[in-house]
């Protein structure tokens, strides 16, 4: 990871990372850690909670829900027993903030994991890891040992009564299980598919009790807000995306890699001078935000703050915030093809649009690519791409067509110039 | 009891918190088109055709799963619906092999009638079927991976009702099929046949195998003499396939019906569960009066006796050794009846209208033949067959005359015709059982559901001083049940009756496709109800049978009995 | 008399390759045994149990035989098992190589030259991607993306990321497992 002194970075999580040995909990302990945890074991579950509320904090895996909000509602239910699961299943394309955390600071997302249990009286917890990131398996599993050993987690966590048993689960290569219920059905020891929501997991998750799910990045903003306030968090980013977000910078840049930035910085400031820019000078072409499921921009849009209402307010999401620079070698069907491959490999295939949706959606790209699709063809793949939006079963299939959908409104002369009977009149964005 | 208020479709209605979208526009008559869903399973919200507009939410929303909250306001058919719902179908469709007019579920099919309700007269979809094998190994169920729209149901209803999970979902995205494991044949796997999942399939992707042609062979084949003999399930059921109300007792059309087609006599499987009483009640009390092993399990259910065969087999000495009656049946046709009216029974061909698919294997086992070459029983037509049959034969069913059933086989009993219904079996045997044993008459089995096990009952009955505890399971997941009591020593039961399939025979593989657990019930109440119609309620003062034991078989368990009524069965575990 | 001693050695053979084949099993079967004891008999388990143990098999997938005896010794049905398999790209039911080497073939990758890496690879190893060496080395495997594109063009071989592939290292580490063999 390239650590500036620029003022675009806003070390919040990332402040470890490159300066301790994460297979070391001394090192984490000398430089602040566990300090929040023996800070909150003394405050109320409403105390701990409020806090998180007051940071705004979103949670961080991509569907950005208030965490403060669904911590509340598994605090409140008397439904027991509860359980925790931390999303470290990091399968979107272009993501790999997950990974840097998991592999070089572990304990900070430990110790917000313990926070978040002790604050809603948990006593069970799942770290699922997806199965490619064995290194950061074996650094978890290493560290849950080494906190165990002194009574950060377990039984009688830091001599109280709260007891907190955490366990590694590991994945078994499907994109789909960084899905909340997919990911629940994967630990329940069975494949990946989603249920039907509501009920979401705060009312019934892990065999059908109340569960706190949240992503490793999420977890690990905790141990801050508990030591420092959930309002100086606040006070970081804009006011309407408060702290800090990890970007994952890849493609065609001189210095890719994970970037903690304060809300409101731009797209392009993060290519520009954080990445260095297109390397050989060539200019960028596209850039997709968030993943293989997030909206793709043309280079006139990349001064977009990242901001959660700015992105909304022109339809687009940063998802789990990548940002995936591809340059003007490329050709934009030739990138719609592989992230198409993706969502057709990686679907689950229990609902009707997603699972006969994605290849369907290759063969009109196909045609299209190869110029013998006519207006026809283009009028259906956006019909399908509509109706996989408004009728999967589950966010992969909402999301698949995405790149479509947004190459369609803004490199429509792409399209436009591989129709055979495409006029200005059929236009129909 | 909440009430909420909601529009649909402009109207305000107001129905009970937890209703879904989907019931709460059925109460103003208003039939959102579903797929997957089967208001007996799970909702599985996987077809994505149900989809209705809800104000306020940026997605449609699946009208099965979603309950109703104050204040919602529904479009069942926005434009966005309409066109979602299409999509959605022609999506299947490109993905099915739809060749419909020469398709088994042709004019009964839900995907069929999705499609033309929704008025789809384009699939603007290529076609991306990938032909596959069709799994004909099976004798009783055919297996087409061509037309399965992946809605679960035969997923569902194999692993929860009957414990078994034989097919499952394999694999992932489009490439995802319903298969046995390790995509073996159905006929290499340990499946038992009891066609459960052809009832619930929604197209022609898992059906039974078809024996109608066999059956119209024969009939017009002048050197054979054809006989059937009719399940008691049947009488209450068949009216169905002829949109008569569910739960109409049509015996006497059923007859007629039959003789329309040209057989030349129509009998019935009553008699035979007479028989069957006799011989078990008999079985039984030799069982308790000699330390026979117990308990003593029944025997007339094949896909039972596939499942503890192949799963159970160490438990085989407790299954009665009686056939089933459709094979009673078939083994005293080709015996006794040839003998009374002079046909060598090589002529004879005998029919059997059964409401269950394993029928169709348990004709075929090897054992089940007198002469060790000709079957005892030729083939086995499904109800859903006899309607198809029918249908085909230009038979106006509902508007029939009633007949009677032709003798020496005619006369049964009330206790035969509740052999359809779980329960009636043990009842029937009980009838006979505690008159004989006490000389008095047992007025009505009271039967208590077994604590923490749904779907299993218990009664005890006094015979003189000997209390005898009967329990009543039906579906496979309680059968397993039972077993696993027998297997650990936990069961003081002394007589067991199993069926395979919920709500006994009346809720068989081989049903009408509009089969539900509601209907069952029905069938049920028909069931009983004829049985007090009967002038005759105990299979040992039926006439007929004691003619058919003074003039063949001489006694109970006598030599003629164990060579025709009795079999034995298999260890056919690890295939 | 001699075809008598041909069939003589015939038969040690085929009883000595059998004993072997038997002998070969019943490891596994142990071998398996231990993994489920050491996590647990419950459903919950199943996952854990088939990672730990296929990584266990030189042919890197899961028997018909490992199947049916995870399922009875889970008390969950056999189809329950081969289906939960047949859902994750991890799993195999057929043998692969002892090293299944992965490329990414998600869009990072692909705009830092991954199909360059697919080249180079299926020339190296003389197969095609999804094929195997004829001596059960090497599987060569696409995957989803690994969470290694800031180092693209990455590959995984085993449970090992490697990043920043070209042609020189890409020969450096495959040569570095054949030595290992």
Known sequence: MNSNNNILIKTVITKNIGKINPNSIDDYINAGGYKALQKAVKMTGVQIVDQVKASNLKGRGGAGFPTGIKMEAVLNTDVT????????????????????LLENDPHQMLEGIIIAAVALNIQKGYIYIRGEYNKAIE????????????????????????SLDLEVRSGAGAYICGEEFALIESIEGKSGRPRNKPPFPTVSGVNSKPTLINNVETFSVLPFIINEGGKVYAEIGTATSSGTKLISLSGNVKNPGVYEVPFGVTVGQVIEQLGGGVPNNL?????????????????????????????????????????IVIDERFEMFDIIKKIMNFFRHESCGKCTPCREGNRQILKLISKIDNGTATIKDLKLLETLCSVMVSTSFCGLGQAAPTAVITTLKYFTEEYANKIKDYSLQSKSV | MNMIELTINNNKISVPEGTTILNAAKTIGIEIPTLCYHEDQIIKANCRVCVVEVEGNKNLS???????????????????????????????LANHDADCLTCQRNLNCELQKNANQAGIRVN?????????????SSPSIVRNPNKCIKCGRCIEVCRD????????????????????????????????????????CPVAAIYEKEDIQEVWDAINNPKKHVIVQTAPAVRVSIGEEFDMEPGTISTGKLVSALRQLGIDKVFDTDFTADLTIIEEGNELLQRLNNGGVLPMITSCSPGWINFIEQYYPELLPNVSSCKSPQQMFGAIAKTYYAEKIGVNPEDIYVISIMPCTAKKSEAKRPEMSIDGKNPDVDVVLTTRELGKMLKQAGVDFSSLKDDTYDNPFGITTGAAVIFGATGGVMEAALRTVYEVVTGKTLEQLDFKVVRGLQGIKEAEIDLNGTKVKVAVAHTIANARKILELIKTGKSDYLFIEVMCCPGGCIGGGGQPHSTTNAIRQKRIDATYEADRNMPIRKSHESPAIKSIYEEFLIKPLGEKSHKYLHTHYKNRKNK | MRKGIIALFIVIFLTIYHKKIKLREETFTMQLLQVIEKHGRTPEDLLNILLEYQDTVKTNYLSEQDIKLVATELNIPENKVYSTISFYSLFSTTPRGKYII??????????????????????????KMGQTTSDGLFTLEFTSCIGCCDIAPAIRIGKELYGNMNKENLQKIISEYRRKK
């Open chain 3, 102 to 127: 992965q490329v990414c073939s998600d869009v990072p990758c692909y705009v830092n030259n991954s199909v360059n890496i697919v080249n180079e690879l299926e020339a190296m190893l003389n197969i």
């Open chain 2, 161 to 200: 009702v009957q414990g078994l999970n034989i097919v499952d979902m394999i694999g992932r995205s489009d490439s995802m099929e319903v298969l046995p494991a390790f995509g073996k044949y159905l006929s290499d796997v340990n499946c038992i046949s009891c066609g459960l999942c052809s009832l619930v």
């Open chain 1, 283 to 323: 200019k960028i072409k596209m850039v997709q935000l968030g993943g293989a499921s997030g909206p793709i921009i043309p280079p006139s849009m990349l001064d977009i703050k990242l901001d959660y209402k700015e992105m909304a307010d022109l339809g687009i999401s940063m998802g789990s915030g990548a940002i």
């Open chain 2, 62 to 92: 699946t009208s099965c799963s979603t309950q109703v909250t104050q204040g919602m306001v529904v479009n069942t058919n926005s434009a966005r619906a309409l066109e979602a719902r299409k999509v959605n179908i022609e999506l299947i």
């Open chain 1, 81 to 100: 027993p509860k359980y925790l699961v931390c999303n470290a299943d990091e399968g979107e394309p272009g993501n790999f903030k997950d990974k840097l």
């Open chain 2, 124 to 136: 603007r979809f290529e076609s991306v079927l990938e032909k596959k094998e069709i799994d004909n």
């Open chain 1, 139 to 162: 650094i978890i599993n290493l560290a849950i040992e080494q906190a165990t050993k002194k009574g950060f987690v377990g039984k009688n966590i830091c001599s109280t009564n709260f």
